[in-house]
Structure formats: C-alpha cells, structure tokens
C-alpha cells in the first residue's frame, strides 16, 4: 500500500467496474441526489480503526460519481469518536451527510475498512487487556493481509500493541534456516550479518532451545526471540539473560495462553492472530432522509 | 485488484520496501544461492485456495532479487494438491526448489495469501456441509477484504459455494434505502430500475417481512432477499412464492443457525462471514537443504 | 479507463510528451498568461455528449502547466447546454474563461473527446428517431473505442439509446461457438452455465434460425439475440415468443434497415455502428481576448 | 499511451472487469479448454493496420486466465498478411490456435482494434489514391482518439499518409490565436518563438490570406499551412512561394475536394477526417474446431 | 517524468517506505504538530531552480501525514526568490511555516530536489558567463538523470542555456553509426530519412571532419553538428557555412575551452557537463519555533 | 523506485516519448534491422556499477521497438566485468550483439545510468581509499538523485562503502529541532522515541558538542552523530565513549579532510557528497557492424 489515493481507488475500482458505475444507485436516477444522513453505528463492542479513511473514501466514490450529476454536493463528515477510542455496541461513531447516492455508494468499502481494521485493534485489546500488570508488551507480525500491512499495524497501535518490524527491509531476522544456510553458528552468522547491512538496523536471532539461547546471547545480538518455547524455558530465558537483551516470546500465542507467556518475564509477545485470525467488528451505517 | 501482476508487485512491495532489499537474506551474502528446498504443508485440515499464485509470487521475487545476484537460478514449484482440494494436517501441497534466499523472502507473501484464501474456502465447506442434502445453495457476499475481492470469490467457489453480485456494477439491488428514495413503492422502484438499467443485469429486491415480500413478488423483479427474517417467516416466503422467483436468504446467518434457514426451502443463503470472519488456515513452508 | 483521472493524464501525456510542454504556448512567454475567453460552438446540428470532461481536462492542464507559470490563474467553465441536449449548427455549447494559455493546450483533447461522444450520441439519436412509434429500443454493444467503452456508453444514452452489457463480466452471452463447445445442445448449455455463474446474471443466448430459436425459448434463458435473420424470420419468432423472453434483433442494422427490424415487435435492436462507425461532430472553440 | 503493455492491459481490464472474468467463457468449464482455430477475416476491401497487436493482446489474456485453468495451452498465430498490406474482401489475415476460451476472450478486444485501425489506413489510403500523380502528400493531424495517437498515426502510414506533428511538443505551430497573443505580428512572434524554443523545432504558422500569408514568408518559418483558403488563392501561394518553404493545405478537405486541392501544387495536404472519423474495417473472427 | 504528481509521490514514496511513516517524527508522537518555521537559506553562491516543486513536495507529505494526526495544519511557502535568480551566500530563498513534523519530512526531498537543480542551473550560468559577448549559445545534451531530464532542461533555462532536443522523439540526429547503417552516403541518408520521418522534423547531422562537413552542407539538413573538432577546424566550418546552417560544437567542452570554442563563430556548443557532473548547490533549511 | 521494470519503463518513456518512436532510428528503415556489435568502454578509470541493468533496458527497448518491425532478432550482452569490479581506462566492460536500432535507441539510457552509478561507485572508492589503514568506515547519506536511492546505495557498495539508512522508516535519527519539539533534553527524547516505535528500530542521536554527546552517551542510544566537529572534539568524544556506543562524523567531510576524520577513531564517516556531487565516469558504446 504505497500511496493511500492509489489504495483508494484501487478498492472502490474493485466494487465499481471499469463502467465506473453503481448500477443501483443508478437506478434512483435524479433520486441519488436527495441529500440523506447515513449514522455510523458500532454494533458490538470494540475499539474503533480506520475512522481517518472515511472521508479519502467518500472523496473518491465523489470523483467517480460525477458523470451521474454534474454538480454533486459534497458528502460531510462528523466524528463522535476518534481511532483507538473504545465503543460499546450501539455507540454512534461518525455521520455522514450528502446525497444519497454518495452514501450508498461508499458504504459497503467504508464499512469493510472498518469493520476490518476495528476487528484487528479490539482483538489486539483484549490481548494487551490479558497481560495487564505484567512488564510485556505485546506485539504484531508479518501475518498481515496482503496489501493492508501499514493500515493493520496502525490498528495494532489503536490497540494498545505495539508494533514488530514493517517488513523485510527494517530489520535483519535470522531464522533457523538464515543460520543453516550460513554455516549454522549463531555467533558467525550474526557478525557476518552486521558486517553486510551495516550499523543502522537491529538483528534479531531465533532461538528454539537453551543451547541455542545461550549461544545467542553470547554476541551482540540486539533482540532474541523465543520460538516455541514454554513458559519454563521462556522463565528460563529471562533469568539468565537478566535485561541483557529484549527477549520476544513467539509461537501459536492464543488469548488463552498468553498470560502465562507474560508471566515468564519476557519483553515482548508477538501474535500473528491479531491481523491473520480477527473477526471484523460489526458496524453498521443506518440512512435516513 | 485490476491486474493480478500489479497486485502480486504491491503486496511484494509491501515487505520489499523502495529499497527492494529482504536485510535478512541480504545478510548471506553468496549463501542465499544455495540451492535448498521448500516444503509447503498444511498444519490443519482445509480446503485449498491460492496455490496458482505461488508461482506468480516467485516469478516477482526473482525480479526484485536480480541486484543482489545477477544470474538467479529460478525457483520450481511441484503441486501436490490443486485448489479446492480437501488437505488434512500434515498433507504436503507443494514442494518449492530453488535458491534459499527465492524461498526465504517469498515465505512470507505466499504464505499469507495461501492462509487467508485456504481460510475461506475452509470456512465456505463448513458452510456447505453443514446444508447438505437441502436443495439451499451458499452464496458469499460483498463484505471481503478491501483489495482481494476477485481472489476470496474464487476461494468461496473452492469450498464449494457460489457467487452472488461481484460488485455494484453486475446486478442490481434494491435496498430499503433505495426504494425510500424513489419514494416506497417497490412495484415502481423497479419499473423505474429496468428502465434505466436496460436489460442486461438483474435486479434484486432487499425485503423485510411478508407486506413487502408479496408487493415484490407482484413485480417482475428476477430474485428477492428475504432480510433478517425468522426461518418461519422465510418458510412462510417460500410457500408464497412457489418456485415463481429465487429467494435469498440474508442477515447474520452462522454455523449454527445456517441449517434451519436452509429447511425453510430457500434458494440461497448469503454470508458475510465467509469473508469477513475467517480464520487463517494453517499452513507452513519447511526449507530444508 | 478504469479511473477517469488516470486517463484523462494519460490523453494529455499523449499530447504534451514527457518535457510536458506545449512548445508553441512556451513560444508566447508570458503573453501566455493573458485572460482569453474560448467559447465552445456546435458546427453542425447534434447531440452533445462529454461536456463534463471539459473541466476535468483544465484542471489536469493547469497541473501540467505549473512549471511555466507559478500562480496560474485557474480557467472557468460556464455551461449553456448538458450532456444530452440537441444543439443546432451555431449553438454556444460552452464559454470557458482562463490565461489563454491554458485554453490553447486543452482545445484539442477537449475537442477530440467532445467530437467523438457527440459523434455517437447523435448516431444514437438517429437511430432513436428512426424506429420513433415502435416498442424497440436502441442498444449498443462491445465494438466500442479501445479505453472509452464508459464514455461512449454514457454517450448512447444521451443519445437516447440504452446500454448492453458493459464487458465479459456483467451478463453471460453463448454464441454458436459457446454452444459448440459445450456439445451443440442449447438447453445444457444453457443449464450448465447457471450452474457454474450463479444466480446473479442474466443470460443470453445467439441464435441463427428458426429451430435453433425454439429450442433456446424451451429453456429459462433470460434474453434471446436473433442473429442476422430477415425481418419475416424475427416477426416469426416474435410471434413465437409472444412475451415469454426479450428479443433483440442484431447483425449489420443499418439506419436504412432499422425501421424495418423495429416492424416485426423485437424489444431491442443492437447496433455496432453507434460506437464502431461514428463521425465526429463539428465542435470547434473560437478563443477571443 | 506510454507503455503499450499498460494499454493493452487497461484496454483488457475495461472488457473482463475487476473480478477478471469472461463469465461466458467461465460457463463453459473445462470445455474452455478445447483447441480450437480462430481464422481472422477481411469481410470488405481494406488496408490492414493494427496485426502487431494480436500476439500482445492474447499474451494479456492469457494472463488473465490463468486462475481459471492452471496451466492453459498458449494461444500462437500464422500472419496470411502484414501491416500495409491491402486485403480483399475474403481474405484470410491470420489464424490463431489456441484453447477456445482464449479465443473468445480475447475476439472482440482484437477485432475492435484491428477494425478501427485498418479504418483508418483504409480512408488514409482512399485519399492518396485520389491525389495519385500529383506532388502533394497526405499528412494526419492531432484529431485522432484519445489515448490511441500513436496506434492511429502508424496507421496512417500503413495507409500511405506521412504523419504531421505527434503532440504539442514536437513543432512549434502558431494559430491565429497565439499571433493575435503575442502582439498580431507574425514576423516578431516567429523570432520571440525562435528565441525561446531554441533550435531544434520546426516552427509553422497559419495564414488564412494572402496578406498573412506574405508576410509569413518574408520570415525564416520552417513551414506554412494555409487555413480554409480556396484552391485560386492556395495556387497563388505556391507561385509566389516559389519552393521556399514547405505549404500545407488545411481545413475541411474531403475525398471529393482533395484532388483539386493537390493541383494546386501544395506540398501537403492535412486531413483530420483520416481519424476523427474513419468507419471501422469490416473483419471477423471465425471460429471452429 | 510523465506526470509530476506521480514523480513526486514516487520519490517520497522511497524516503518514506511502504509503511508511508518518517520514524523519527513519529517519534515526536503530538509535538510533530508544533507549528514552526523553516527558512530555506542558499549556503554558497548559485541560481536557484525548483523552486515550484517545493509546495508539490509538501502537498503530498501532508496527504501521507495524514494517518498520525488527523486534521493537520497545512504548510504555507512564501518566496523570497524565483526560479532563475542569481542568490548569494546567506540569501534567504524561501519560508516555510507549518507542523515541525510536515517540515521534516519534506526537508530532505525538497532540498535533494533543489540542491540538483540549481547545481545544474549554476553550472548552466559558469558556461552562459564564460562566453559572454560572443554570439554562441550554450545547449544542454540528452546525458541527464534518468527521471529528471524536464526538469533538470527547465534547469538549464533557468541558467540561461537553451535546449537541445528533449529525446529521441522531437528530432532527427544522424550520427556516425546511423549514416554508416544506411550506406555510408550523407547526402541519401538525410533524403531518406526526410521522406521517412514527414516534414514537421529537424533533422541533424553529425560530422567529424570537414570533408563529412561540405558533404553535409551539400544538402537540406536543419543543423551541423561538429563533433570533437578542434577550434580551427569549427572555424574553417563557420567560414565555409557563411550562415547557411547553424552549426553546432560538440565533446568534452569544458569551462576552460568554452572560450575558445565560442570564438570560433559557430552558433551553439553543447556540453553534458551541464547535467551529467553538476555539484548540488549547497542549500539548507533551518527550522525555528 | 519501487518497481525496477517500471522505472526502466519510465526513463525509456522519457526519451521516447508518447508516440514511443526514436525518430533518428525510424529513418533508417529497413537498415534499422542490421546486425551491430556495441562495445561498452571506460573511457576513464573507475568502478563499475550499473551493469545489471544493460539487459533491462534492451529488454524494454526491445518491447518499444516491435511496431516498427514485427520479429525484431533480440540484442544479448556479454560481460567482461562485473559490478564493483576496477576499470582502467580503455578496459572494454560488456559487448552487446544486436540490431543496431536497439542498439541506438538504448545507448544512451544504458549509459546514463553506467556513467551515474559508476561515478558514485568511484568517488566512494577515493573516499575507502584515502582512510584505508584506519577502522573506520565509509557511509552514504539520504542526498540521493530523487528517483534513483536505492540504485545509488548499491553503487556505494561496488565502491566499498556501507549504506545508512534507506530513508526516514528504518532508522530513526533525531537531530537538534527533533529534540527541540520535544522539549530540548536528549534523554527524554529517546526514551519517549522508543517507546513510540518500538523494539525494532535503532535511535540515533545527533549532536554538535561536548555537551550534548556526554547527555547522550547517558542513555540507550545506539548510535551518536558527531555533527560537524572538529578532528579534535571528535578524538575526546571516541575516548569519552571508550566503544559504549558507535559513533558517525558528519557534516562536509571532503576527499581532503577524511583522512583526519579518520585517524580521531571515529567507527562511520558519513559523506553526502558520495551522491550528491559524484561527476559522471566516463563510459562510451562503440558501434561496428
């Protein structure tokens, strides 16, 4: 998602057909033009995302409706909410007023954004809500639904998470397969890595046992993580690395467990089903005239 | 997602960054050639979807990877599964040969979309089993995710579901809102509709108890859905319409609920859930050398 | 033409080349930025069509042209018809206003798309006229200009026409070489294919001949193109018919040969010309300062 | 249209839609598959333009459909013709082999651009026949569709024409207009356009008499274009010219006037009717297995 | 650079990752919507060129903001100098008042932009000074930054060269390989590539000795280039010539031997010094709140 | 430059233009076809880089050229050096066999970005070489060519120096006005930075004394830029910081003063210099048949 008009439009493309045309609201003929309120409502509880996208939408969809009526009144917004606030159901989230057909037109892409990216943020929620107390955070994935990376980490944030790198350009991750393929030392790997990209990216290195643990701590990693270890490893971990170095708990972390993960001491939890696993958030946008 | 090659180019370019460098991979240096071999097998029991895509992903890895080493061997993908297929866990669906650093920077892209897709078309079966032997058919509907419309419809058909409208464009419905605006009256709402539409698309009539369903069954409208109701209502629907025009089944409709509203005799169900609300599949790529 | 904004940058990337440059109104210097006043007139009798591209062009212009001239003085439109009105040869269409520069590099692309539109959409018109007191309406089809299949379609109607299916994706169309595929027999073919597209589209099907004709109206086709058949051959199956399915009347119609085709009851009669054999219509803008 | 691949694609786009399908060609399931022949025919007497797009536009659909059938049999063509060439009404032009599906997707998309670019060699060629034995040659002009300049202008060629200007960046050209805005001098503004365009353009300039004329002469422009000026006065141009500088006879020539403008002894003759209105080449594609 | 809005946003896109966030303002979390002021001050001697883009670049940062803080405070520029001005050391160019967060973002693109072109306008005007009083004009070359050759021409303009051709597409340059191609003869090739190319093209011709020169000077070509010549024999050219062609030096001119070569009569000297060894213009931005 | 087919596409488009013709080539004709052998030349002694994209551009040049001739014979290339490999003066880097109108019309885009890169790659190296013996390291900056970053980084490289930072999303840097708006105390600032941006990320610090870099070195920064010091701060600070933490000179390091840089112990010397003012290396194609 490099350029969020692109994205925009790319998505209300995908709805509108290269006739560029809502064949429903076509049919209302000069009718799409009577100005309504559209009420944008949650219908269960959770934390509000992708409030900031509502009006890019309406914008475009009015772009695309201008061979329909040549002088369209601009659809409005006003926002009783803001992104990362919570919302119990039937909480009213923003208004929308202009014509009609601009608000038939838009609702089902607002609507999925939305719905969507509110759904990621309430389950990032009750993951921060199940550690509360504890020292860790918790933290996303590249688990992230192609072509929506930036807008979900944004909701992890409206969450309360914090977010694990972008991409594959923002941190260097030696896996177990990075350390085979380079002759599987831990401790050779990781200076050769900083070697070739240079001082100003982190190295992270997974570990799944102690003995990797400790061969990992033993060179100037910046960060391990903790792959699929349970909980008394994990304590383990934490007791002999002492705040040597961040340490991230990572591997099939569900509500369930993850507040025993967080017992343990580590740093950081990452959880690939805040973005691969959440249900949308039900919201609704109800019209009247 | 207009052009495919486009789609596969921005969501690569998503975890590329501009600098099109996977720092992890970057730092093998000459050892992200060594040739190695990826196992991709599924880690719960599913259905398919996606797997076309695998090779497209590669193909634009190896362009983006081209600096780094001039003369790239290509990766090969060998299919054990074709989408659509039933894999239990533990079913290897295809085997990737090729460079590690190929394998290591598409993992992550080829796995996201297999999950998400594989989670669809999963959730769709469930659906689709669960009204076996009732003569209902599933249909999915337009609540996808923002970007991936055409590729979770072909995952819907994989778990043996149908398509309803693809988008605003390639069928016509009416919604309470839109025969509001044309002033209530569903005979002339779609009298007018026809009108203006021509007569290469359907139209479809959004009602909610029986006044409305039979003033819509008094039209010549081609499909109606019957919004929210009970399933004695819809029985009620059925026996009004005898077979006169294909009924729909719509609103909030689950797992649980979904085989009493198919023993009301109803043409179709709708679900949102089938996209909007399904969980990964879990699947994994196991490098080996 | 998915986004207009995107082709209407591309029309004029066509024109002004990649230095974006108009080298004749960078001849003028800052003369180039004298208010002028170029009004839009009808040189020969027709419907108007395209209008609402006129501003869109400035605009795109005006981006164009910022280099030359920091705080260019942005063009007016003022209107005197609507896309759809019948002007007669002297007919003010437009008036726009602006540093006659910006006039000078927007006259021809706003010409080019004005001439052409208004060139189908009077087609269209004649086409309308010509069946005037009959039931048939006028349809186009696919054989439009590569990249402005919306525009003309939009144009035909202005012209008083009605739109066939706007692509491969909105309406199922089996022509002989469909029913060939399939086995030759119309009734499974036409079974088959509501099977695998689902409820939401129409389907239509091609044929040639009398028995072909009564073979497709023994199934629950939704519409009937009787192709290339005399007037007596249509009037027959007409009467056949008698309500139960549209008909529409196709193959090289010509406005010499559509009165006689309107005659024999069809609903529709499709015309390739509207789009593939339009003339340009004589618009020109007279610039005065 | 910058890039011919993003045309091609764009053009594709706006018949299959964002769902990317030909639901007639999906109907057929895996019958899509049989190999079939496409014989691609002249159908009335023309000048072929436009075959070096077939190849491209099959490879584009190919694309496209791939998630249909996994691995589809690529489509190849035997060219009976090439571009320039003139085909009687009969003749075979091409042959594709390739799996139905492919053919159908792809017919209209091909023969809408073959049609209306062998229209426009066709009528180009019309016009130099008429003015065959004279010294005049037959330029286009920018009056051609948006977004197909280049396409059109190799038709010219192919048709026998020579090709004016391509845009506003490629020749100075000074209407009335902006003579009238530099001050209503044409001598100053041929050497203030001198002097800002530095030398590598041609400048013209448009006369629309004798005395404008003569004074154009009396200046170092590469080339004159006499505007609407009857054959007397044209004639009279060109013995006081004497071969100085190159004349070009414009504004509303037609197939029945040309003759007598090229007696005149104009070096040029510019008509925009060769692609602002141009009927479409009458071919097909037949299609059998 | 087809379309700037595009360049733009292209160029930020790659400061800015496809997470589209400046990590170190985001940092600042709600002190980024500080308002400050940001003086962009010439450190050394130059003429400025680019100004212009300077509120582009800040129009689209602020649509990529956007997410972080929803109702930002739009940046305003004010201009103390033009494109083209001369400005000493210590000279104020421009103020830029807004968010401190807007203001860093932009800081580094507007300066690498600014820095580039005013490098090449300052190395334009050296060469422009060097040969003041003589007649010669200097030229730019086609050997600039792939993507930035308009501006980097308007660059040159702003510096008081002139241009050359913009590309391969707005005129004929037959260079040694081209005539070698065609036969070797000077006289056939330029005929043929007249006939070829239409009339609306310069055509040059390069030649590297003075019997290639009376060759060339034989026949109608538009312009000599005199490639690699020493000053006497560019000025045996000037004499022999007698004005009848403008002539141009060409290869490795330098500042040392512009002199020279301006003496010798000939009209223009072209130099890809201009654009292809520029030092940036050292110019920054000092922030203050 | 996110994708590198579409940038190679774009800068092609650039010197081609919309009509996508080379029009000097188009006058060959038929001789455009003939065999050509281009041999790549340093014509000064420098590193290479670039060479990676020879066949990128044929290959775009190759889809450019087919409208003129239908089968085009494809150019290959032979390399006689690789990227970052030393030539001397005169060393022939690659031939390429080919039609020698692909071979004109990419010349000189092969040898734009030859010439750029390879000028980067060899400044650099005069940088490495002067401080050769020392430990410290040579970095570039973000003053890259707008457009080219990532190319130009990989040209610091071939030269042997190590790349910072990619652009303002994978590394945060916070300079003097970063800490201004956060109220002025270096530790406040970084503390509150990586709470915002997380694990993942390295902070850098900017500071201009002693001060400052003894305030900063009390935190976990990691990583300090000595801006603008003198040799002899720059030698207290790397004592004071006894290896705690790396350290960066910054700010108008010259070919002259790095050796000095060097010797105070300082790890990176960053140099924007590398980018912003490399001349062009001399590189020519000579064409033979």
Redesign the interface.
């Given at each position: 998602?490099?350029?969020?008009?692109v994205?925009i439009?790319?998505?209300l493309?995908?709805?509108?057909?290269?006739?560029?045309?809502?064949?429903?609201?076509?049919?209302?003929?000069n009718?799409?033009e009577?100005i309504?309120k559209g009420r944008v409502v949650a219908k269960s509880d959770g934390v509000i995302s992708g409030?900031?996208l509502v009006e890019k939408v309406l914008k475009e969809v009015e772009?695309?409706s201008?061979?329909v009526s040549?002088f369209l009144c601009p659809a409005r917004v006003e926002y009783m909410c803001?992104?990362g606030d919570f919302a119990s159901s039937g909480t009213l989230i923003a208004e929308i007023n202009g014509p009609?057909g601009t608000l038939?037109?838009s609702e089902?892409?607002i609507?999925?954004?939305l719905?969507?990216l509110s759904?990621v943020a309430t389950l990032t929620r009750s993951f921060v809500e199940a550690i509360k107390g504890s020292k860790s955070q918790i933290?996303d994935t590249?688990?992230?639904?192609?072509?929506?990376?930036?807008l979900e980490?944004?909701a992890v944030r409206h969450g309360g998470g914090?977010?694990?790198?972008?991409?594959?350009?923002?941190?260097?991750?030696?896996?177990d397969?990075?350390i085979?393929?380079?002759?599987g030392k831990i401790k050779s790997?990781i200076s050769?890595?900083r070697q070739?990209?240079?001082?100003?990216?982190?190295?992270?290195v997974e570990v799944a046992n102690l003995v990797q643990f400790e061969e990992a701590l033993n060179t100037d990693v910046?960060?391990i993580m903790l792959d699929n270890m349970t909980p008394s490893e994990m304590k383990k971990c934490v007791e002999i690395a002492a705040g040597k170095v961040?340490l991230?708990a990572s591997g099939g972390i569900t509500l369930e467990s993850v507040k025993k993960v967080a017992e343990t001491g580590v740093?950081?939890i990452s959880v690939g089903a805040l973005t691969?696993?959440a249900?949308?958030l039900d919201i609704s946008m109800k019209?009247s005239?």
């Amino acid at each position: 998602m490099q350029n969020l008009d692109v994205y925009i439009s790319e998505i209300l493309a995908e709805d509108l057909g290269p006739g560029v045309r809502d064949v429903s609201v076509f049919s209302l003929g000069n009718a799409s033009e009577r100005i309504a309120k559209g009420r944008v409502v949650a219908k269960s509880d959770g934390v509000i995302s992708g409030l900031w996208l509502v009006e890019k939408v309406l914008k475009e969809v009015e772009k695309f409706s201008r061979p329909v009526s040549m002088f369209l009144c601009p659809a409005r917004v006003e926002y009783m909410c803001k992104d990362g606030d919570f919302a119990s159901s039937g909480t009213l989230i923003a208004e929308i007023n202009g014509p009609v057909g601009t608000l038939l037109t838009s609702e089902r892409t607002i609507l999925n954004l939305l719905q969507r990216l509110s759904g990621v943020a309430t389950l990032t929620r009750s993951f921060v809500e199940a550690i509360k107390g504890s020292k860790s955070q918790i933290l996303d994935t590249r688990k992230t639904t192609p072509g929506m990376r930036s807008l979900e980490k944004l909701a992890v944030r409206h969450g309360g998470g914090m977010n694990h790198r972008f991409g594959l350009y923002d941190m260097v991750m030696l896996k177990d397969n990075h350390i085979t393929a380079m002759g599987g030392k831990i401790k050779s790997a990781i200076s050769n890595a900083r070697q070739l990209v240079g001082p100003t990216l982190k190295i992270e290195v997974e570990v799944a046992n102690l003995v990797q643990f400790e061969e990992a701590l033993n060179t100037d990693v910046d960060m391990i993580m903790l792959d699929n270890m349970t909980p008394s490893e994990m304590k383990k971990c934490v007791e002999i690395a002492a705040g040597k170095v961040p340490l991230e708990a990572s591997g099939g972390i569900t509500l369930e467990s993850v507040k025993k993960v967080a017992e343990t001491g580590v740093d950081y939890i990452s959880v690939g089903a805040l973005t691969h696993s959440a249900k949308a958030l039900d919201i609704s946008m109800k019209i009247s005239f």
